[in-house]
């Protein structure tokens, strides 16, 4: 009866931080291909977009393997 | 195709917003790279923090069964400490002294919504400075640039411009060949 709510505010939590880092991202790179002059900007927001990608990948692979249930099991026996 | 798409990360006019027709860029600045690897080095303390949690309570998290909690956490870590590099990197490629044939404009970019363009007319300016202080702007080539405008109020900074004894050249040949322009007028 209690593990659902928490599970529930930690799915939350997580959506919100990936929100948010993606909220970022978006005016990260609008900022670089919108405003920025010469090459460099171009060529920081390829390598940005790179990463962000692989360590979202990274990210949510991780967060799939954490089983928030078993882990409140643990605490609470 | 491939290679045409490929082209605008190694060509550029260097055209600008606000780009008068026939206006040529002659020099785009921005701080010294020195700047840019000092906060880099910084970056990559900062991301040695998971590691060295691992390494101290490696025993307690494995025991604890708390790794792929651990691991999760670190991987938001990195995920923020990104977005701060290039965030810094983004602050520091929007920063720019663009010189061009009539004018300078300097961009200041002190945030994400929080931007500051200052423009000075090539035959405004009275006289230029290059103040290049301590060892290390000496070792590494780089200065402050103090541009001071007809109105003697007026004076434009530029600090940590690489070569700036090339940037003050440049400037004054802008200058000079502005003026038989201003004589004709």
Redesign the interface.
């Known amino acids: 009866m209690n593990i659902l709510p928490v599970e529930l505010i930690f799915n939350t939590l997580v959506g919100g931080i990936f929100l948010l880092y993606w909220v970022v991202v978006f005016i990260t790179l609008y900022h670089l291909t919108r405003f920025g002059i010469g090459v460099q900007p171009k060529r920081f927001a390829a390598i940005f977009l790179l990463g962000v990608v692989i360590l979202f990948c990274v990210s949510i692979f991780a967060y799939v393997n954490v089983d928030i249930n078993s882990l409140l099991n643990k605490f609470t026996s | 195709m491939i290679k045409k798409i490929l082209s605008?990360?190694?060509?550029?006019s260097?055209?600008?917003?606000g780009q008068e027709e026939g206006e040529q860029v002659l020099l785009?600045l921005?701080r010294h790279i020195f700047v840019v690897l000092l906060a880099l080095s910084g970056f990559a303390l900062v991301s040695l923090v998971p590691v060295l949690i691992a390494t101290i309570f490696s025993s307690y998290i494995v025991r604890?069964?708390?790794l792929?909690?651990f691991?999760?956490a670190?991987?938001?870590w990195?995920?923020?400490l990104?977005?701060a590099i290039?965030?810094f990197?983004?602050m520091y490629?929007?920063n720019?002294v663009?010189i061009t044939d009539r004018r300078i404009i300097d961009k200041d970019?002190h945030g994400?919504f929080n931007?500051k363009v200052s423009e000075l007319h090539v035959n405004r300016i009275q006289d230029v400075t290059v103040h290049t202080k301590g060892i290390l702007e000496t070792l590494l080539h780089f200065g402050k640039i103090i541009v001071q405008t007809a109105a003697s109020e007026k004076q434009f900074i530029f600090h940590q411009i690489p070569d700036p004894e090339k940037v003050k050249d440049v400037i004054m040949q802008a200058i000079a060949s502005k003026k038989p322009e201003m004589r004709s007028i």
């Open positions: 605008i990360f190694k060509d550029s260097d055209s600008f917003e785009l921005r604890s069964g708390l792929s909690l691991l999760f670190s991987s938001i990195y995920l923020f990104w977005l290039f965030h990197l983004t490629t929007l720019t663009t970019q994400f931007q």
